[in-house]
DNA sequence: GCAATAAGTTACCATATGGTTACCTTTGGA
DNA sequence: TCCAAAGGTAACCATATGGTAACTTATTGC
C-alpha cells in the first residue's frame, strides 16, 4: 500500500459526527420521531437542557436537513412544531444500528434499566440483540 | 407518552461518540485494518497529526478495546504494532454503514475523488451506492 | 391593566479537545 | 564514540463546545 495521506477535514465519518454527535442530538431526533414535536415538550422530556442549547440544536438539525420547522401562525403564544425530514428519517434507522451495537458492545456494563429504556422505546431493537434474550430468562429462574 | 427523562450521560449514543468519533480514529481504524500497524506508518498517512495525539488516540482505543498493542522485543529500536481486536474489526463493519450513509447524504456536495478514495478503500461500499453508477455511466457518456 | 405562557435571545463563563515544540530512551551500526 | 531511528512524554497554548441566568416578544384569559 502506497502512502495514501488522510486528512481529517475530509473524513466522512467526520462530517457525521457533526451531524449527529452534538451531546443531545440523538435525543431530540429521538423526540421528535416519537411525535415529541414541540420545543416546550422536549425541555420537559430532557430536564438538564438549557433553552440556549434546545435552540441551537434545533437550528443545526434544521440546517442540516434533518429535521423541519414550522410557527403555527394566529395562535396565542407562539406555537413552532418539528419534524423529521425523510433524511431523518432514514437517518434513525441508522442511530438504531447503531445503537443495537453499542448495547452489544456495553452489554455487561450497562444497567438493565438502561437497556429496558432503549428496548421499550425503539420497536425493531430486541430483534437485533440475541444475547437479551439469554439474559432476560436466565433472571426469570433466578 | 408520559415523560421519559432523558440524561445525555446515559446515552448509548454519547458512548458510541466517545469509542469513535475523536478526530483521528476513524482514520485510524481503517489503517490499522489495512495492515498499517506501526506508529511511524500511521504518521506518514496522517502528515498533520502530531506524535502526542496519535498516541492518545491510540492509547484510548487500545482502553476501550477496539485494538491491541504488542512491543515486538530485543529489536533495537522500540518496535510496537497494532492490531484490531474482534471488537474492533465488528465496529468497522458499522463504520462501513456510516460512511455508505453518509455518502449518500453529501453526494451532491462530495468531490468526486474524495468518493473514489472511500470507494478504492472499503471493498464492500460500492454496492451500497446505487446512485454511484449512475454518476460514473453519466461520466463516461459526456 | 396585568400575569402567564411559548419560544426564544444575549452576554458571559468553564471545560474539554486538539495542537505545538522540545525533550527522552534504547540500541545497532559507521 | 556518537548518531539515527522508533516510539514516545512534558509543558504549555488555542479554540470549540456546552452551560447559566437574565431578558424579550406577542397574545390571551382574568
Redesign the interface.
Same mark, same amino acid.
Given at each position: 500500500?502506497q502512502?495514501?495521506?488522510?486528512?481529517?477535514n475530509?473524513?466522512?465519518?467526520?462530517?457525521?459526527?457533526g451531524? %449527529?454527535?452534538g451531546?443531545?442530538k440523538? %435525543?431530540i431526533l429521538?423526540?421528535v420521531e416519537?411525535?415529541?414535536d414541540r420545543f416546550s415538550a422536549m425541555q420537559?422530556?430532557?430536564?438538564?437542557?438549557s433553552k440556549k442549547i434546545l435552540t441551537e440544536q434545533l437550528r443545526e438539525l434544521e440546517t442540516d436537513g434533518l429535521i423541519s420547522r414550522q410557527e403555527l401562525k394566529a395562535k396565542a403564544p407562539k406555537i413552532v412544531v418539528y419534524r423529521l425530514t425523510p433524511?431523518g428519517t432514514?437517518?434513525r434507522r441508522?442511530?438504531d444500528?447503531?445503537?443495537a451495537?453499542?448495547?452489544t458492545?456495553?452489554k455487561d456494563e %450497562?444497567p438493565d434499566d438502561?437497556v429496558d429504556?432503549?428496548i421499550n422505546?425503539h420497536p425493531d431493537l430486541a430483534k437485533r440483540l440475541p444475547w437479551l434474550k439469554h439474559k432476560r430468562k436466565d433472571e426469570n429462574l433466578s
Open positions: 500500500m502512502p495514501v495521506h488522510y486528512d481529517a475530509l473524513c466522512v465519518m467526520t462530517r457525521f459526527s451531524l %449527529i454527535m451531546k443531545w440523538p %435525543i429521538h423526540l416519537c411525535g415529541i420537559s422530556h430532557m430536564p438538564t437542557i433524511q432514514s437517518l441508522l442511530i444500528e447503531i445503537i451495537w453499542t448495547l458492545y456495553l %450497562i438502561v429504556v432503549y422505546t
